[in-house]
């Protein structure tokens, strides 16, 4: 579904489904809904947690430019971690 302006936007699945456990670098993700078990790197559980509010591709780039100050946002590199996120089931589109 699209949103009025033809503008994909992207949610995290609802906080409710899934279970976060940070290990050391690396992050343990259960999403009761599936019954999967995801062990991720950053920037995944960033993404999870800006994703907690539908964004579109560019708030969400604008947003972790500020954030985490970054010098050289790659849209397209965001575009994918996304697209796995939502292969996932961790993140849907809206």
Known sequence: M??????????????????????????LIYHRASGMTHLVDSPVPELLALLAEPLTLD????????????VDPDRDALAARIDELVESGLVERL
């Open 2 to 27: 699209l949103s009025d302006s033809g503008v994909t936007r992207y949610r995290a699945a609802p906080a409710a489904t899934l279970r976060i456990e940070p290990l050391d670098a690396l992050t």
């Open 59 to 70: 708030q969400a780039l604008a947003a972790l430019t500020e954030r985490f100050d970054l």
